[in-house]
Nanobody, 111 residues
Framework: QVQLVESGGGLVQAGGSLRLSCAAS????????MAWHRQGPGKQRELVAT???????NYADSVKGRFTISRDNAKNTVYLQMNSLKPEDTAVYYC?????WGQGTQVTVSS
């Protein structure tokens, strides 16, 4: 069955960095637009970043210049490099490919 498994979340101080990974199985991410979403405490889930099969990227205004989405088709993995983290980035981060979602990974940024 299709699986998207996120990893790399954790607790970090404001200004720090984390790199999230999303490893896919039973789907080839190379043919999908892949995305990262997040849901903060008491908030709706929001789109953070996307990367098309041609590697065109788009970002939410709140993360532009700080986050970078990338893909390694050979490893069937998508990444989200997060720099200059802020407390408001605290959320569960989810990977999505097509209609498939991962289980999420918690990112907590302390002030």
């Amino acid at each position: 069955q299709v699986q998207l498994v996120e990893s790399g979340g954790g607790l970090v101080q404001a200004g720090g960095s984390l790199r999230l990974s999303c490893a896919a199985s039973e789907i080839r991410i190379s043919i999908y637009t892949m995305a990262w979403h997040r849901q903060g405490p008491g908030k709706q889930r929001e789109l953070v970043a996307t990367i098309t099969s041609g590697s065109t990227t788009n970002y939410a205004d709140s993360v532009k210049g700080r986050f970078t989405i990338s893909r390694d088709n050979a490893k069937n993995t998508v990444y989200l490099q997060m720099n200059s983290l802020k407390p408001e980035d605290t959320a569960v981060y989810y990977c999505r490919g097509g209609n498939y979602w991962g289980q999420g990974t918690q990112v907590t940024v302390s002030s």
